[in-house]
C-alpha cells in the first residue's frame, strides 16, 4: 500500500533537511517506523533478537552501514544512542540518522539526552483529520494566528460517525478490520503491555489483572481530573489485599515511560491573574479506543450513554470520550504549529477550559468540546469568562462539536465540527 502522509511529515521533513538526526517517540502501533522508513536507505531493527545481540556487542558498527540510517526501537540498545550522538558531533550533515523509540530507555542508560545533537518529535495515533473521512476547512495554524480568521464548511458527519470513530483506534494498522479481529488486537495490545512491555522496562508485574483494574479505572477517568488515590480506591474497590501506593506509582510510570497515558498537564501562566488554578492534569490514554475496550465498551452501549465516568466534571462517559479524541487530534495539529496543550480548571471547579493551546509567547487559544450538534450561549460561558479575565492575551475562542456547520457565532466564537478541524 502507498505511504500515507501524516500532519508530523511536514515538520521531520524540515528538520531532516537542517539537522543531522531526528528521533520518533510514541507509543507502539502508533506509526513511527513506516514514517521513518520513508526516508531511510538502511534500517537496524534492534526489536530483533540477533540484531539486538550483534548491535550490543559493537555499537559502532551501525556507523558503516548508508545513511539516512533509521535505528528502530533503539531503547533496546540504547548505547546507540551515543555513538550516534558522537559522530554527528565530528559531522553535522543534515538528514543522517533517524531514532524510532516505543519506550523511554532506563534512566542512566544512556551518556548524555542528545540536546543539541539529536531532536526529538513525538508521534500520536491519527488525528481525526488524518483519518481521511473528510477534507478539513478550518486550520488550528491560522487560528493560532489571532487574525479572527473566517471559519465555514459543511461535514456529512454526524454523532454515530464520531462514535464510530472512537471505537475504530487511530492505530494505523487496525483501521478497517471487522469489529471482532479489532477487538481482539486491542485486547492483544493491552496484554502485551502488562505482560510484557513492562517487564522489559524492568518493572515485575505480579499480580496483572490488578494492573489492568487500574488501567479500567484511569480509563473511566478520561478527559477528568481525578486524583491518582480516586483512581487507585476505584481500581480496588472490594479487595482486601490492595497494592501500596507505591506499587501503581511503579505501574503509572511505567505506563508513561510508553506513552500508554498520555495526560494533559494542566496550565499554568504567568502573572497575577489566576491564583486558584488547579495543578492536576486530565487524564487520557494513548487512543480513546484502548480506553472504550477497558471499560467494556460498544458503539450502541457509548449511544445509550452506558458507562461510569471518574472524576468531579460532569457528562457521560461518550462525552469524555468524545473529548480525548478532540484532544488527540488538536495536540497532532498543535504540535505542527510550535503550540502546548494543556487544560485550565479552577480549583473549586466554578471555572473549566478543555483545552488551551498557547503559542511562544504565551497567547492563547481557547476551545471547549461539546458533544452536540448546536451551542448555546451556555455552551460558551467559560470563554467569555476566560476572555474577561486574561485580557489582550487570548488569540481566539472556538468550540468544537458534533455540528454540521463550521460557522462564527455573533460574539466573535467559532464553532468548529471535529471533522472540519486540520492543519
Known sequence: MAYQRRVLDDELDL?????????????KAVGKTSTAQERARSV????????????????SAILVRQRPLLIDEWQKAPDVWDVVRRAVDEDRSPGQFLFTGSASPQPGATAH????????????PLAFTERGLIAPTVSLERL??????????????GLVDYVAEIMASGFPGLRG????LLRGELDSYLHNAVDRDIPDQGLA??????????????????????????????????????????????????????????????????????????????HHLADPALAARLLGLTRQSLLDGGGTPLGPQEGTLLGRLFESLVTLSVRVLAQRAEAEVTHLRTRNG?????LMVSDP?????????????????????????????YRGRILDRIVINTGPIAYRRADGIAVVPLALLGP
Not at 537496524?44 to 555499537?59: C, F, G, I, T
Not at 478490520?177 to 471482532?180: K, S
Open 113 to 124: 539526552t542528545g540536546a543539541g545533537r539529536i531532536t526529538r518529535l513525538r508521534m500520536r
Open 15 to 27: 528538520l531532516l533537511g537542517v539537522l543531522p538526526a531526528v528521533a520518533i517517540d510514541g507509543a
Open 350 to 354: 466554578d471555572h473549566e477550559v478543555d
Open 205 to 282: 508485574v505480579r499480580k496483572p489483572a490488578v494492573l489492568l483494574d487500574w488501567l479500567r479505572a484511569y480509563a473511566a477517568a478520561s478527559s477528568g481530573t481525578a486524583s491518582y488515590t480516586e483512581i487507585l480506591d476505584a481500581s480496588t474497590a472490594g479487595l482486601t489485599d490492595k497494592p501500596a501506593r507505591s506499587t501503581t506509582t511503579a505501574y503509572r510510570d511505567a505506563l508513561m515511560q510508553l506513552w500508554l497515558l498520555d495526560p494533559l498537564p494542566a496550565w499554568a501562566p504567568l502573572g497575577q491573574e489566576f491564583t486558584r488554578l488547579g495543578q492536576t492534569p486530565s
Open 144 to 157: 493560532l494566528s489571532g487574525a479572527g480568521e473566517p471559519v465555514e464548511g459543511h461535514s456529512e458527519l
Open 177 to 180: 478490520l471487522p469489529d471482532r
Open 44 to 59: 537496524v531493527q534492534l526489536d530483533m533478537r540477533a540484531v539486538r545481540e550483534a548491535v550490543s556487542a559493537d555499537p
Open 361 to 389: 509567547s504565551g497567547q492563547v487559544l481557547a476551545i471547549e468540546v461539546k458533544l452536540s450538534g448546536s451551542i448555546s450561549d451556555r455552551d460558551v460561558r467559560h470563554l467569555n469568562w476566560l476572555t474577561n479575565t
